[in-house]
């Protein structure tokens, strides 16, 4: 999809993972807005101090922001551990289905998200989720692998002294962070 002069509706997990993505929208001629939806962040401190973080940088970059700041943590937890070792597929799906139904309502051309940036991501599983809820919510989904910029983004989010996470988010990833596998 030609992105020049398309409003894009870009789903945030975190401002770090959002720097490369939202330069590479934006140098393909995109108007980008950023939304923040992301109930799987455990504790509430860890999805307060990324939220911050956030809007602290959309600032700086002149970033169109919508917040979702419900804790839906109940129904994360639900769907994650209905999904055992798949558990990520329920975030993804919970997490893009909020998004395009924002996009939806907002006239946007195409959504996206930042975790399509990150190596830790399963992006097949992402593309085929977005690609799903792309034909539920007629908002196309625009897959870029951002991972080509992984470095460069985590260089500038240290420049610009920004929090960085060690996980994740969820209560799992924490686990096996600092548990190991």
């Known amino acids: 999809m030609d992105i020049d002069g398309r409003n ?7 401002a770090p993972c959002s720097i ?7 140098s393909g001629g995109a108007r980008v807005s950023g939304y923040f939806y992301n ?3 455990h504790p509430y401190t860890e999805f307060s101090r990324r939220l911050s973080t956030l809007k602290e940088y959309a600032k700086i970059a002149l970033l169109p922001l919508m917040v979702d700041e419900s804790y839906e943590l109940e129904d994360f937890l639900a769907g994650a551990l209905a999904l055992g070792k798949d558990r990520c597929l329920s975030c993804y799906r919970m997490r893009l289905d909020r998004a ?3 996009a ?7 959504l996206t998200t930042t975790l399509l940036y990150s190596r830790y991501q399963k992006h097949d599983d992402i593309k085929g989720i977005g690609e799903e809820l792309s034909a539920v919510y007629g908002v196309p989904f625009l897959y870029r692998d951002f991972r080509t910029g992984w470095r460069e983004g985590i260089e500038e989010s240290k420049k610009l002294g920004m929090y960085r996470q060690q996980y994740c988010g969820c209560i799992f990833s924490e686990k096996e962070r600092y548990r190991g596998k």
Not at 8 to 14: E, M, N, S, V
Not at 104 to 110: E, I, L, S, T, Y
């Open 39 to 41: 109930p799987n962040i």
């Open 20 to 26: 490369y993505t939202l330069k590479e929208l934006r």
């Open 8 to 14: 894009i509706f870009l789903h945030i997990c975190c």
């Open 100 to 102: 395009f139904q924002k």
């Open 104 to 110: 939806a309502g907002g006239g946007f051309d195409a």
